[in-house]
Nanobody, 125 residues
């Protein structure tokens, strides 16, 4: 069992930056792939970014590529999402997810086994 707790959300102006963190419990964090998803009101949950177990491979949605980066610190059981050049359309609840298939960096929701409760990001124009 893995428990995930996101933090770092908040209100930011257009063009600003935020860094989200996701702290994981459990001794097997380093074997999991980690992903970030987001969900805006009235919309489906969508993939943002993912990183494999070692941090050596990442994946991003086209909408955030070049603006967001994902990283992990296995010693701290934490994954990060650095968000730059934020836009109003980035406003959403952001969720951290962990997948037992440690190599996977794709967008499939069902490939992730554990989910956090989410942290709200609001970008004001």
């Amino acid at each position: 069992q893995v428990q995930l707790v996101e933090s770092g959300g908040g209100l930011v102006q257009v063009g600003g930056s935020l860094r989200l963190s996701c702290a994981a419990s459990g001794r097997t964090f380093s074997s999991y792939a980690m992903g970030w998803f987001r969900q805006a009101p009235g919309k489906e949950r969508e993939f943002v970014a993912a990183i494999n177990w070692s941090g050596g491979n990442t994946g991003f949605s086209d909408s955030v590529k070049g603006r967001f980066t994902i990283s992990r610190d296995n010693a701290k059981n934490t994954v990060y999402l650095q968000m730059n050049s934020l836009k109003p359309e980035d406003t959403a609840a952001y969720y951290c997810a962990a997948g037992r298939s440690g190599w996977y960096v794709g967008p499939g929701l069902t490939s992730y086994d554990y989910w956090g409760q989410g942290t709200q990001v609001t970008v004001s124009s």
